[in-house]
């Protein structure tokens, strides 16, 4: 068996055809691995060969010497074939492909139709329609292009591996004895057959991926060539928006364009807004999953907190202040709608019109549902006035045509706009309902451009009249969605600091406050920016003003002999700020404000914290550096600058720095710790980077340099647990029975919870005093926290106890001696005796 398997690298080396052969050879897909043999080959033809071979000793060499190196090849080139047949048996899955071609052919037909379309009627909403369409083909089709030449790069390797073997000059020694060329002859043979089989599988695999890329890349030129028309007649239609491009309101039949029906032209614009929408989903499925998984895990962080807040507080102060929480609380499904539908709406800048209007479907369904109960009646009115204008703008801003159905239905909106924007100026004067400072300039802008949507209706400019409209509606409406959204955040994160630790209602509260003050303003420029995105995409300006601002912040500017752009300098600052901000606030997203009505326990996050924002403000340092594309080398420079001013003057900043990495690390003292520094004690409320903050019994707050934490003498009293031992000295009356005090003394803290029993209490005669005789008093505590109320109810029992046995606690007394009083007043004092004697 050990010969038989020293034969089949042979094969390889002298039976494979010539070239000629393998080039001129049919290609066949093989239907399975055991009928793909392009030529038929026996053992007879295979004889016939080597024996005609061998009569040139410079083709083969008859030896029985090389045994153990054609073992060695056999195994190798056996397994080579093995693997290379397996990986071709499983193919290369251009199911995806395929199936997909068929609609990538119907949109580039709907595509060419719409295009022949555009100049009867031109309509930026159309043209943009097709540019989204296009931009998603392209971008599949990209894909897909770059899975073809993958499979097209690994069938080439395949290729060269098997045929490296016939260049394998060790292969050419054949067995001389006759028995084992006999029976070398047969394994050859079968190694033939199963080296031709791989061979046509990959060249079957090669013309069908072959055939593939080509299909491929002839649809990728065509959509590459329709995108720069679209491209070029935004560019050129852009100026003329608000043009006249239609006939006017009160000349229905005197223009020479054919009227349109209105529900066939709804009826192929939904069509074709479907149509894109599929490609976008076939593209972008893996962002839906995203967004989904995210909505979940919304979902998930604020029914947890909610629960913690429950299961940490009594039930009416737990209700209390979940109570602050009125959307997130009361709303979570409605609350994890809009978080999700806003993001959305606000990333998906260059996604299909259909899918941005269905974001805002399901974002202001959800709104709907929680203004119900929140606003007044007037208001939600108003609100449903709103909704029902978005509707019909979201219709207008589908269709691909012009109809004088549409026409109306605009003038229609826009007269009604004003109305309620006349209305909602009255309603907003008038109530007292709580609303955002900028409300009434929103619908100041709300008026103006519906008045303007209304004279371009009357100016038969049908674009510039949707623009205008939708702009109106949307930024209203969208300041809203922004403006709950902003909300939702701040209130989340509220219960995340609640959920974090015990505190009272009104502590909880001002905790909550805090940390709106330090986010509100972040969300709010955050909130404003996606509103202006989002108004700048409905106008078709986003792309202009995101071409121009990015080649204003990446054109290069020279600083002596450095390059720098305005986006490096802004991302740069950018990245800092967020780090700094992160930082900030990881100890309330933890809990670690320092404020609880409990007795100062440690947190379990303890130091850690420390380390974490250390870790946020390097790595945004870091990030800064990388994003703004700062090389990395000019730290070096930094440093160094660092250097010479630690030498002059930053000594003790960056010893406080370098201590405040030690206290993470050896962690002497944690938040919540109870410690004593020089004359100062409370307990810890925050480690900071540079500095430590101690909440003072007296309800200060100490800021102490962690230098001093380091480099003085700390007393922790919480290091290990919590007990502690509390002591107090008690004087009763000379004569008092000494047994009986001890006995008093010590029932005071029988059965008394938080006195732990051991070690326990112990009584001792401490001295004899001027006026009484001292006890000294040990016992321990489960809770420093509850010292002085422990041992104010302890000193209350003994006081008690003593009186009702008749001991007395004495106080001071002194004996005075006169040795000697002027005569005077001895008169004095005498005869005012008497005189009180008269009377």
Known sequence: MRYKRLLLPILLLLCISTQAQRHSTKVQTPKTADTIHMVAIDSAA????????????????????????????????????????????????????????????TSLQLVKYNIAGLSRTPNINDIYTNKVMLDQLQRQLDYWQTDLFSYYDKLV?????????????????????????????GQLTRLVHKFRAVDSANKANLVKIGLL????????????????????????FSPHMFSKDYRYIWKPHRDSINPLEFFPVLRNSLHKSAQVLTVFFAIQWPIFILWILLAGLFTWWIRTNIRRIRRNHPEQEGETILQHARYVYRFPIACTVIFITTLSSVLSIRYPILYTEITWALSMLALTYVFYTHLPKTLFRSWLMLMGLLLVYSVSNLLIEVTYAEQWGLLIAAVLCLILGRKLLKETALTTFAKPKWTRLVIKLFIITSALSLLMVLQASMGGAKILGSIAVVSTAMAMNLFVFVKIMLEAVYLQVEAKKNSSTFISFMDYQDVQRKLKTFLTVLGTAGWVVIIARNMYIYDFLYEGFGKVLSEKHHLGTSDFTFSSVIIFILMIWIAFVASQTIAYLFGNTGQSTEPAKKTKFGSALLLLRLAVLAGGILLAFAASGIPMDKITIVIGALGVGIGFGLQNIV???????????????????????????GVVKEIGIRSSKISAYDGSVVVVPNGDLISQQLINRTMGDRTRRVDFTLGVAYGSNIQQVNDIILSAFVNREGVLTVPAPIVQLYQFGDNSV????????????????????????????????????????????????DAEVVRKWTSGGDEEKKL
């Open 213 to 236: 890329q080509n299909q491929v890349a002839n649809r990728y030129i065509e959509v590459s060539n329709l995108l720069e028309d679209m491209n070029y007649r935004l560019e050129q």
């Open 655 to 681: 010893n406080n720095l370098v201590s405040g990495i030690i206290l993470a690390f050896e962690k002497p003292i944690e938040v919540g710790d109870v410690i004593e520094l020089g004359t100062r004690s």
């Open 157 to 185: 390797k395949i290729d060269d591996t098997i045929h490296s073997v016939r260049r394998d000059t060790a292969m050419r020694s054949i067995p001389a004895e006759s028995e084992l060329y006999g029976f070398y002859v």
């Open 774 to 821: 001292d006890f000294r008093v040990y016992f321990w505590i489960s809770d420093l926290g509850n010292a002085g109320t422990l041992q104010s109810d302890v000193l209350t029992f003994i006081y008690d106890a003593l009186n009702k046995a008749g001991i007395d606690l004495p106080y001071p007394q002194r004996d005075l001696h006169i040795k000697s009083v």
């Open 46 to 105: 295979i004889s016939k060969r080597l024996t005609q071979l061998a009569k040139d000793s410079t083709h083969i060499i008859k030896s029985d010497t090389a045994v153990a190196a054609l073992i060695s090849r056999i195994e190798n080139y056996t397994l080579m074939l093995n693997d290379v047949m397996t990986s071709l048996k499983r193919g290369f899955d251009t199911s995806i492909i395929v199936a997909g071609m068929p609609l990538v052919d």
